[in-house]
């Protein structure tokens, strides 16, 4: 099934350890996304990809770092979580005509 | 700067009741789309519908109806006869109408959550 495939689903981590949430698209969809969600507040940019080898930021950057190394994968690194990440991760992608896919989400909570 | 305003934080009401669900939103683009997303109990994000701005006229899918009025920049979604699987957060989303392939960044709402009671 074409879609966005993002690991691992949750996860529990200590604070000042690194993690890498994994994102996997296979529809050849060359702008990815990392959005994070938090209650009361929908869903904010953290990073963005336009294309292979390019990377942006969104809204909210800090404490997040993102790699664009092929059309396929935009992995989200921590570099050291901080509790104030813990969140509701969403990866998506978008078509040349603007639709979305989104992945299911990683629920990560560090403590 | 883009903005997406749902001012309705949770809304409640009995079954076969209808709703509607406020979108405001705030663009310098003349062209950009708007959307409006599901997101259940169980978490994924659910599509219901993408607007172009140049195209105002009102949709309806089955008990599901949209509003677009660019004069008044909103974009409301209104359900008739509720059902208790309406029961969830909704989403509304600004993107700009760029080249695609670059990338059209999604701007969300705070969302509106949806109690629907037997």
């Known amino acids: 099934i074409a879609g966005i495939t993002q690991a691992p689903t949750s996860q529990i981590l200590a604070a000042g350890r690194r993690m890498t949430l994994r994102c996997t698209q296979d529809m050849r969809h060359n702008a990815m996304y990392w959005y994070r969600q938090d209650l009361g507040l929908g869903l904010r940019l953290i990073h963005y990809s336009n294309t292979a080898g390019t990377t942006g930021k969104g809204e909210v950057p800090d404490g997040y770092s993102v790699s664009r190394a092929n059309t396929d994968d935009f992995p989200l690194t921590l570099a050291s979580a901080v509790p104030s990440q813990t969140s509701v991760y969403f990866c998506a992608s978008s078509d040349r005509e603007g639709r979305y896919t989104f992945g299911s989400g990683t629920r990560l909570t560090v403590v | 700067a883009q903005k997406v305003t749902q001012a309705q934080t949770e809304i409640s009401v009995v079954e076969k009741e209808d709703v509607t669900l406020d979108c405001v939103y705030e663009?310098?683009?003349?062209?950009?789309?708007l959307f409006w997303y599901k997101q259940p109990p169980s978490g994924e994000l659910v599509f219901l519908i993408r607007r172009n701005s140049f195209d105002e006229q009102n949709e309806i899918s089955g008990r599901y109806s949209w509003n677009f009025q660019k004069s008044t920049s909103s974009f409301n979604f209104t359900i008739t006869a509720s059902q208790v699987v309406d029961s969830a957060v909704y989403f509304c989303?600004?993107?700009?109408?760029?080249?695609?392939?670059?990338?059209?960044?999604?701007?969300f709402g705070q969302g509106t959550e949806l109690s629907v009671k037997p």
């Open positions: 663009t310098r683009d003349t062209t950009y789309y």
């Open positions: 989303a600004l993107s700009e109408a760029g080249v695609w392939n670059q990338g059209g960044k999604l701007i």
